[in-house]
């Protein structure tokens, strides 16, 4: 490993011995080998910390730190502060990643200079893959700037499906809302990336398995569901200290109840009226200011429960949204009955997900193409 490695992978490690020895085996077997490692293991109780000593003692790249338990964000912290490569990546250590994803991620980082190369990703249930396609194939196989495509604002965070570049991070100092447990963390780090990166580079390939076989939930614990809404709360913070909050309100207030929408239909009963008289008190400050603007949002259900708890009481609305619950378990129970009596819809996915990985080869032969070049030009040079 170089004193400055191309990229340094944190790995932050809480009671995961099941799997992080095929976490760590994906990593250390990485194609690209100028990297460094950052193990964070945050007060684990089972063998992890063993399975870490021992993949430190077979490989110098690895970086083991062991501390007390503080969270997911403060771990992550502490990993953005000991990091020494030119870009950074994560890899939770219940995922897995293919052994050539770090190499094909920078060197799509190298040849655009991109502040952030983010891809798709695959869910792993049951040791089997189904590739997530979460990104626009719009938006693929060039350079953009975030804040001309907003939609890149409401993509879900997945802040381990990409690169990124170090010195963009500390510059911006971007780091992580230390609050406890391991929920949402990913949110503030995620938007304070769009909100201050102009040169995003997205491929529609994707190199990390997202394991779902085990999710841990946060929807059982009221203080859990709530740090949801402190991450929106530092965002809030973060750009106004940056003098772009007013710029990007609009958008910021969008993401925001979309991140509350998934919410709201995933939380006990018990937990709802009081999150969703947080929320209608955070939204007529909005509208009182102007924030709220229909285009915005994503898709009209969710503008529409907005607007539904702006205008009745926050019991009402709890039963509205009950109800709502009902319709929409009805909705997707028959939409699995139809696509599974449908071949010709099944036909017609499956074409479009050649589609699109055909996109994704032709960016991988671009961007092979143009290192080429550059490598030549280099030579012809010296």
């Keep these: 490993m170089s004193k400055t490695p191309k990229v340094s992978i944190l790995v932050p490690i809480y009671n995961v011995e099941k799997y992080l020895r095929q976490c760590l085996e994906s990593i250390v077997n990485q194609t690209l080998e100028d990297i460094e490692i950052i193990c964070l293991n945050d007060g684990s109780t089972d063998g992890s910390l063993d399975i870490i000593k021992e993949f430190a003692a077979n490989d110098k790249r690895i970086v083991a730190v062991d501390k007390e338990n503080s969270g997911y964000g403060d771990s992550m912290n502490q990993g953005l502060k000991l990091a020494t490569g030119k870009y950074i990546g994560i890899v939770e250590s219940d995922d897995f990643v293919d052994v050539d994803a770090f190499e094909r991620l920078y060197n799509y980082a190298r040849v655009y200079d991109a502040e952030v190369v983010r891809a798709n990703y695959y869910f792993n249930k049951a040791s089997k893959d189904k590739k997530?396609?979460?990104?626009?194939?719009?938006?693929?196989?060039?350079?953009?700037?975030?804040?001309?495509?907003?939609?890149?604002?409401?993509?879900?965070?997945?802040?381990?499906?990409?690169?990124?570049?170090?010195?963009?991070?500390?510059?911006?100092?971007?780091?992580?809302?230390?609050?406890?447990?391991?929920?949402?963390?990913?949110?503030?780090?995620?938007?304070?990336?769009?909100?201050?990166?102009?040169?995003?580079?997205?491929?529609?390939?994707?190199?990390?398995?997202?394991?779902?076989?085990?999710?841990?939930?946060?929807?059982?614990?009221?203080?859990?569901?709530?740090?949801?809404?402190?991450?929106?709360?530092?965002?809030?913070?973060?750009?106004?200290?940056?003098?772009?909050?007013?710029?990007?309100?609009?958008?910021?207030?969008?993401?925001?109840?979309?991140?509350?929408?998934?919410?709201?239909?995933?939380?006990?009963?018990?937990?709802?009226?009081?999150?969703?008289?947080?929320i209608k008190t955070e939204y007529q400050e909005a509208q009182s200011n102007g924030w709220l603007m229909r285009e915005f949002f994503e898709g009209k259900p969710q503008w529409e429960l907005l607007d539904y708890l702006l205008k009745h009481s926050v019991g009402r609305t709890a039963w509205h949204v009950r109800l709502?619950?009902?319709?929409?378990?009805?909705?997707?129970?028959?939409?699995?009955?139809?696509?599974?009596?449908?071949?010709?819809?099944?036909?017609?996915?499956?074409?479009?997900?050649?589609?699109?990985?055909?996109?994704?080869?032709?960016d991988l032969l671009k961007t092979r193409l143009k290192f080429l070049e550059e490598t030549r030009h280099d030579k012809a040079k010296s």
């Design 132 to 278: 997530n396609y979460y990104l626009d194939p719009n938006e693929t196989g060039r350079v953009i700037d975030p804040v001309r495509h907003t939609s890149i604002f409401y993509q879900a965070p997945a802040i381990w499906s990409a690169i990124y570049k170090r010195e963009f991070l500390r510059d911006n100092k971007i780091e992580f809302l230390p609050t406890p447990g391991a929920s949402y963390q990913d949110t503030g780090f995620n938007f304070k990336v769009w909100a201050m990166a102009h040169r995003v580079y997205f491929t529609s390939e994707a190199f990390l398995h997202y394991r779902i076989d085990n999710e841990a939930s946060s929807i059982n614990s009221p203080g859990k569901v709530l740090n949801v809404c402190y991450e929106y709360a530092e965002i809030e913070r973060y750009l106004k200290e940056r003098n772009v909050l007013e710029e990007l309100q609009p958008i910021l207030q969008a993401a925001k109840f979309g991140a509350y929408y998934w919410n709201i239909y995933r939380l006990k009963a018990k937990f709802l009226p009081e999150f969703l008289q947080k």
């Design 324 to 362: 709502s619950r009902i319709g929409l378990k009805l909705r997707e129970s028959t939409k699995r009955l139809w696509i599974g009596t449908h071949p010709t819809y099944q036909k017609q996915k499956l074409i479009s997900e050649l589609i699109t990985e055909l996109g994704a080869e032709n």
